[in-house]
């Protein structure tokens, strides 16, 4: 029971932060996207994204957690009342999954295959830039 209990709370309420289009794309779009307009209606859309992605996090913390520790407390409540919970919580995190993709897909919509490209080019060579120093702080 416990470990199923731990696992519910993994896979619905996670561990660690959340994904942000604006702290990941935006500084690599600047320099991909030159239309300034397009670029500020792109920025303008990761903000959206991020605003639900903290919807999301506020709703799980300020009610789905409580819902389950409630549940999880109540000696006599039943295998059908866990399984309504997690249906209902997995109903929720799709619609926040499909609006991630929602996103996703109206960032792409907004620039050209070449801007993407550079975009991703420059998110690349910035990661192996710090994977590289913290290899090299490993070996200090």
Do not use: C
Not at 79 to 88: D, L, R
């Amino acid at each position: 029971m416990i470990i199923g209990t731990v696992t519910l709370l993994m896979l619905y309420f996670g561990g660690g932060g959340m994904f942000s289009f604006e702290k990941t794309f935006e500084p690599f779009m600047k320099d991909a996207v030159k239309d300034k307009a397009r670029y500020e209606q792109i920025v303008d859309l990761t903000k959206e994204a991020d605003e639900g992605a903290k919807q999301y996090r506020k709703e799980v913390s300020e009610v789905w957690a409580k819902d389950l520790k409630m549940l999880l407390a109540d000696y006599d409540a039943t295998e059908e009342q866990f399984h309504s919970f997690v249906e209902k919580a997995d109903r929720f995190r799709t619609a926040v999954q499909q609006g991630v993709l929602d996103a996703r897909f109206g960032v792409v919509k907004m620039m050209t295959e070449d801007e993407w490209n550079a975009m991703y080019q420059a998110m690349e060579k910035k990661a192996e830039e710090e994977r590289k120093k913290a290899e090299e702080k490993g070996k200090q």
